[in-house]
Structures are given as structure tokens and as C-alpha cells.
């Protein structure tokens, strides 16, 4: 079934001045691809993954760049402009991307970033957005274990820590006294699901939960060991934020982690600091 707002694969039929027409089945037609997005040496019969999107006048357009997202997406993208009927944002098209007034959270302002779900409006049949991501997200109850890791967008600071979106389905929370490095709005990284807790919401960590985490840490030790020729100013005695600011970890995972390697004897601890074992 062929998409709009995705990407599909359309074959082609016709091979004109002004571009190529692909074929979008009985209910849409054929589709112009105009001639701007047609690669080298494309033929008639050829298929092509294209994006499918109405233009300034509502024809159904292709085109075979890439958005910063598709519909059924959450995305951090910057406002362009503001308008009589909402404001409009570079999503990486040459048409902007609407945000009506009526699904804006906060008034947008021109110049700024926000967290937008993208979504086709059932009316016009146009692709848009809304800055209210949160009422598109968790309407499933949560089905994840603690340490499963998960994809994140970063969309909010609180004074608690920072909300996430998780897989595009749920939000999630990540406490700022568990954050030992810079993360900022629009950030997308891979995360921990820490708790699933009793009323749905969902605390999230930017490391592995418990022994887990080790491995992945220890082998970071090591690389910064190697680098620094067998040998490093730094032990489980060393100031929490030294530690963070060296490997962007707590002091706690530190101490795991640094343990772990001693007790498989790659590692020696000194008074003054770590030295790899030849």
C-alpha cells in the first residue's frame, strides 16, 4: 500500500521533460517526480524509493530526499517561520512543515528548537505537525524489563532530570543525579530501562543496571589505559567529579568496574593511581 508521509517503492512509467511519473496504484495515481530528484540513468520500469508529500499547491509530490522524519516520528526541529494559520518547520524538504496553532503547546517562536510528533491530518490528507508530543505517547501500557536497553529522544528538562521519548511509544524519565555528562533537547541515544514503576511511568538510565554495566565500562578503562601508556592518575580514592569529567561515569560504576579488572588481574592498583598489567 502506498504511503504518504513514507518512503515507498514506486515504480516508473513514464519518462518526461519535466520528470518521471510513478505509478501509485489505482486510488493515487501516477506521481511526478520532478526531474531535479530523478538519479542518473534512471529508465522506465526502474524502482525507486521516494518520499511522498503534498506540495504549496496539495499535489502529490516524490521526491527521493530524505526528511528528518516521517510521519508516525517524533523529531527536534527548528522553526522557520510563524504564519496566519500556525507556524512552519525545516523538517529538510524544500515545503516547510506545519504546526498548527491548535497543536502547539507553547506559542512557537521563530529561530527555536522543538520536540514535534509528525502525524497526516485525516481532513486535509497534508502532512503535519504538533509540539504536544505527550498526548502521542503512552497510550500502551508498558511492556519493557529493567536493563532492556531502548532508543531515546531527549524533549524536556525539568527540575527533576530529563523526559524522554522511548522507542517512539512512551515517555521516561533520566534524574539528573544519575546524568554524569552533557545531554541536551533533541539528543538521541541508546538508554536503560531502570524501573517500570507501579502507576506506568518509567525510569530511565544512560547506563547498564548493575553488573551489567561493568563490561561495557571496564573495556572503556582500558582503552583510556592504553592510550595513556599502561597508566593513569585516577583510583577508586579519586574525586566523584574527576571521575565523570575522565569517562563520563558515576564514582559507583567507577569503583565496579575498576574492581571487576583487578580481580581478573589485568589491572594493579596504586596509591596514586591505575596501572595496566604487562
Request: net charge negative; hydrophobic share 35%; proline share 4%.
Amino acid at each position: 500500500m502506498v504511503e504518504v508521509g513514507n518512503y515507498n517503492v514506486l515504480k516508473v512509467v513514464k519518462d518526461l521533460d519535466f520528470g518521471l511519473y510513478l505509478d501509485g496504484g489505482e486510488e493515487l495515481g501516477e506521481i511526478l517526480l520532478p526531474r531535479r530528484y530523478v538519479p542518473i540513468n534512471c529508465t522506465v520500469d526502474e524502482e525507486l524509493e521516494v518520499f511522498l508529500y503534498l506540495d504549496s499547491e496539495d499535489r502529490l509530490i516524490a521526491t527521493t530526499e530524505m526528511p528528518h522524519a516521517i510521519v508516525g516520528e517524533f523529531a527536534y526541529l527548528k522553526a522557520i517561520s510563524v504564519g496566519k494559520v500556525g507556524a512552519f518547520l525545516d523538517w529538510g524538504l524544500p515545503k516547510d512543515l506545519l504546526v498548527p496553532f491548535r497543536e502547539q503547546k507553547l506559542d512557537i517562536e521563530e529561530g527555536k528548537y522543538y520536540p514535534v510528533y509528525i502525524y497526516l491530518d485525516d481532513e486535509s490528507g497534508r502532512i503535519a505537525a504538533s509540539s504536544k508530543v505527550e498526548k502521542y505517547l503512552d497510550n500502551l501500557p508498558p511492556e519493557y524489563e529493567e536493563g532492556q536497553e531502548v532508543d531515546i529522544m531527549i524533549f524536556q528538562e525539568t527540575d527533576l532530570g530529563y523526559k524522554a521519548i522511548i522507542n517512539g511509544t512512551h515517555s521516561g524519565m533520566l534524574y539528573h543525579n544519575e546524568v554524569f555528562r552533557d545531554i541536551h533537547k533533541g539528543e538521541k541515544v541508546k538508554a536503560y530501562i531502570k524501573k517500570v514503576r507501579e502507576d506506568d511511568k518509567i525510569d530511565l538510565s544512560l547506563e547498564k543496571p548493575g553488573y551489567q554495566k561493568v563490561d561495557g565500562i571496564s573495556q572503556d578503562i582500558l582503552n583510556k589505559l592504553k592510550s595513556e601508556d599502561g597508566f593513569m592518575l585516577v583510583t577508586d580514592k579519586s574525586p566523584a567529579d574527576e571521575i565523570s569529567r575522565m569517562f563520563g561515569i558515576s564514582k559507583k560504576s567507577f569503583k565496579k568496574a575498576i574492581g571487576a579488572l583487578y580481580k581478573q588481574r589485568i589491572i594493579t592498583i596504586e596509591d596514586g593511581g591505575i596501572r595496566l598489567v604487562k
